[in-house]
């Protein structure tokens, strides 16, 4: 069965340090992939996503993520952390663009002042 | 322009019960996809609507079930409440079939006693 697999469930930060989060995806064709985020207390929100192109992707918020199809993975990065990044963070694929969105178990980052 | 709006936001129901929750797109989105969100499972796919006709669904019991009016508004209804259904009910709407990302609403938050 398709699955989507964030590696980190909980991650505590300090400001201004980097970040990666791991999503990896089980699927062998084509896929869209999205990073969301949910602050505390607010709505799905949409970071950043990969259709085609530039493996490369940048979102909002200085969040980019990278695409690599032979890992099929896609994970987040942010140079430097701040406190309002604090928040519960998707990977979700869509494969074979069919709209029917696959999400890993989030991993929720805290980001100490 | 509006986001998607969900209604009501929180409701108390007791198992047996049953419960319709309503969704309304963004002005201009034509499809509606309905997702679950609980600690132990995740975000779990519900069913897609596009048109009125339900063109996706996830592996969910007979229980739950949706439909999509002429102005692409949607309901999702669950019948013979268990402790179980007790869920964050996402809704969330894009232009079309096979076009983009998803924007989500804040959610019906289903209680069931």
């Known amino acids: 069965a398709q699955s989507v697999s964030q590696h980190n469930h909980h991650v505590i930060l300090s400001e201004a340090a980097s970040l990666e989060l791991g999503c990896n995806y089980s699927?062998?064709?084509?896929?869209?992939l999205f990073w969301y985020v949910q602050y505390p207390g607010q709505h799905l929100q949409l970071l950043l996503k990969y259709f085609s192109g530039d493996p490369l992707v940048k979102g909002i918020k200085g969040f980019e993520a990278e695409f690599i199809k032979s890992k099929f993975s896609f994970n987040l990065r942010k140079p430097s952390v701040q406190w309002s990044d604090t928040a519960e963070y998707f990977c979700?694929?869509?494969?074979?663009?069919?709209?029917?969105?696959?999400f890993g178990q989030g991993t929720t980052l805290q980001v100490k002042p | 322009k509006a986001g998607v709006t969900q209604t009501p936001r929180y409701l108390i129901k007791t198992r047996g019960q049953q419960v319709t929750l309503s969704c309304s797109p963004i002005s201009g989105h034509r499809s509606v996809s309905w997702y679950q969100q609980t600690p132990g499972q995740g975000l779990q796919f519900l069913f897609e609507?596009?048109?009125?006709?339900?063109?996706n669904k996830g592996n969910f019991p007979g229980r739950f079930s949706g439909r999509q009016f002429s102005n692409s508004r949607s309901e999702m209804n669950v019948s013979t409440l268990e402790l179980g259904d007790s869920a964050l009910y996402l809704c969330?709407?894009?232009?079309?079939?096979?076009?983009?990302?998803?924007?989500f609403g804040e959610g019906s938050r289903l209680t069931v006693l």
């Open positions: 609507y596009f048109s009125e006709t339900q063109r």
């Open positions: 699927y062998g064709g084509t896929v869209n």
């Open positions: 979700a694929v869509d494969p074979s663009n069919t709209g029917k969105l696959i």
């Open positions: 969330a709407s894009r232009l079309a079939e096979n076009t983009g990302e998803l924007f």
